[in-house]
C-alpha cells in the first residue's frame, strides 16, 4: 500500500528533476503546472508514461484532462483513486 | 467593439498592392536577388505566396517547386501543376523520396510506429492526431492513427520516445524540402519564399531550418481567412481554394485541424484575434460560435503553443551579443519595411 505522501513525492521529484531546469523555480503543490509553462505536451506525455510505468497503471484516455494532471495535488489525488480501486 | 464579422474582412486590392511592393522591395533591394524559388503543394497559402510574387517580379522570375515524397498525396502534384500553369510559371518537379531513404527517414518512421501497432505492414497508412480542444480540458496529447490495406484502423496514445522518433523522421521531410529549395536557389541567385501564413507562424506550426526557414515570408502577419480572400481576389483555382488545408505529411489524410489546431481555422482565426485584441472571450464565443468556457481554454492553448514553440523562432543564441553584426540586422529589418 502506497500512502499518499509517497505518491506526492514520487511525482513532485519527476517534475523537479525533469522539468524545473532553473534551480530558482520553486515548485508549489497547487500551482498549475500546465497554465505556467513547467509542462508542455511532449513533458505531459513523458510525465503519464512514467506514471504509468511506476505505479504498474493504465490511464484511460477519458482520462486525460487537465482535472486529473494540472497540479501536483490533483496528479496525487488521482493516483491515489486508482489505486484505491486496484 | 466593431462588428464581428469585420475583424477579419481585409481590403484586398489595397493588401495585395502593399505586398507586391513590399516582396519586390525585399527581394530586389533589400536581398539582392534576380527571382524567387516557391515550394507549392497545392494548397492555398503557397498558391498565394506563388500568385503574389509572380504579381511582384513577373513570372519570368519565378520557379515553383513540387516536392513529392513516398507519402504525399497523389493530388499535390497534379495541383501544383494546375496552379504553375495558371500563373504561366516555369515549374520543376523533384521527388525527394530517394534523398529520405538514404537517410533512413522511412526506415525511423516505420520502426516509431511498430512499437505501437508491431503488426503495422509497408503498405499501411499512418497518421498523428489531436482530439478536439472543445470537448473537454482535455490535456494535449497525440494520438497515432494507422490504417491496414483492406481499410481496417485502430488509434492508440502514442509513447514519448515513439512520438519523438515519428516527429524527428517527419521533420526530415520538410528540411530535406527547404534543402532543395534553397540548392535552386543558389543556383539560380534567387530568393526563397516561406509560406506560413499567421495561425502556423503565431502558434509555431513548423519545421526549424525545415518549412520555417526562408528569405521572406509575405502572409505570415494575414490570418487563414484572410488568405483565403486574397486567393480569390487572385483568382487562384476553385480547386486550389476549396481544398480542405491538410498537412501533407503523413501516408493517410490529416487535416491542419486535427495534428495541430484542434479547431477548424475560421474558429481559430476568431480566437486568435479576439486574444491578440484582448476581446472579451463571451463576444468572441459569439462571433465563433463557441461557449465562452470553449473560448477560455483555446485562449489558454494559444499562450500554451507560444511558449511551448518560441524556440523555433529564435536565431542560435551567443553568450555575447556581437553588436556590429546585430546593428546591421536590425537596420536590415527596419530597411525592408520601409517601400
Not at chain 1, 508514461?49 to 497503471?57: N, R, V
Request: proline share 4%; aromatic share 8%; hydrophobic share 40%.
Amino acid at each position: 500500500m502506497i500512502d499518499q505522501q509517497d505518491i506526492q513525492k514520487t511525482v513532485r521529484d519527476f517534475i523537479q528533476q525533469n522539468f524545473i531546469f532553473d534551480p530558482n523555480t520553486a515548485l508549489v503543490n497547487d500551482e498549475s503546472l500546465l497554465g505556467v509553462g513547467i509542462i508542455d505536451s511532449t513533458g505531459v506525455l513523458e510525465l503519464i508514461g512514467y506514471l504509468e510505468e511506476k505505479f504498474q497503471l493504465q490511464f484511460g484516455d477519458d482520462e486525460l484532462v487537465a482535472e486529473n494532471f494540472d497540479t501536483i495535488l490533483k496528479i496525487t489525488a488521482f493516483l491515489q483513486k486508482k489505486l484505491d480501486k486496484q | 467593439m466593431n462588428d464581428p464579422m469585420n475583424w477579419l474582412k481585409l481590403d484586398t486590392k489595397q493588401t495585395v498592392e502593399k505586398i507586391i511592393k513590399t516582396i519586390h522591395h525585399q527581394v530586389r533591394t533589400i536581398l539582392r536577388k534576380k527571382g524567387v524559388i516557391i515550394a507549392v503543394s497545392g494548397g492555398i497559402d503557397s498558391s498565394v505566396c506563388a500568385a503574389l510574387c509572380t504579381k511582384a517580379l513577373g513570372k519570368e522570375n519565378i520557379l515553383a517547386l513540387s516536392l513529392p515524397e513516398r507519402d504525399s498525396s497523389s493530388d499535390s502534384i497534379r495541383l501544383a501543376q494546375q496552379i504553375a500553369g495558371a500563373l504561366g510559371v516555369k515549374l520543376q518537379i523533384v521527388d525527394i523520396a530517394p534523398i529520405l531513404k538514404g537517410a533512413r527517414c522511412y526506415e525511423l518512421q516505420l520502426e516509431a510506429i511498430r512499437r505501437v501497432f508491431p503488426e503495422y505492414g509497408e503498405d499501411w497508412k499512418h497518421k498523428i492526431s489531436l482530439p478536439s480542444i472543445l470537448e473537454n480540458d482535455r490535456l494535449n496529447l497525440s494520438f497515432l492513427t494507422v490504417q491496414s490495406p483492406d481499410g481496417e484502423s485502430k488509434s492508440s496514445r502514442i509513447p514519448l520516445q515513439a512520438y519523438h522518433q515519428l516527429i524527428a523522421a517527419t521533420n526530415l521531410k520538410q528540411r530535406t524540402r527547404k534543402m532543395t529549395e534553397y540548392l535552386f536557389a543558389d543556383q539560380l541567385n534567387y530568393a526563397v519564399c516561406g509560406t506560413p501564413n499567421r495561425l502556423e507562424y503565431d502558434q509555431g506550426f513548423f519545421v526549424k531550418l525545415g518549412d520555417g526557414s526562408a528569405d521572406f515570408k509575405p502572409i505570415a502577419h494575414l490570418y487563414k481567412t484572410q488568405v483565403f480572400q486574397l486567393a480569390e481576389a487572385l483568382v487562384i483555382p476553385e480547386e486550389i481554394r476549396k481544398r480542405t488545408p491538410t498537412t501533407d505529411t503523413f501516408s493517410l489524410p490529416q487535416t491542419q485541424e486535427e495534428f495541430y489546431f484542434s479547431l477548424p481555422y475560421g474558429q481559430m482565426d476568431l480566437c486568435l484575434y479576439g486574444f491578440n485584441h484582448n476581446i472579451p472571450s463571451a463576444e468572441v464565443a459569439r462571433a465563433a460560435n463557441l461557449t465562452s468556457e470553449q473560448v477560455e481554454r483555446i485562449f489558454k492553448d494559444i499562450e500554451k503553443k507560444r511558449r511551448a514553440t518560441i524556440a523555433l523562432h529564435l536565431p542560435p543564441l551567443l553568450i555575447d551579443v556581437v553588436d556590429e553584426i546585430n546593428d546591421i540586422i536590425q537596420s536590415t529589418v527596419r530597411l525592408s519595411k520601409e517601400v
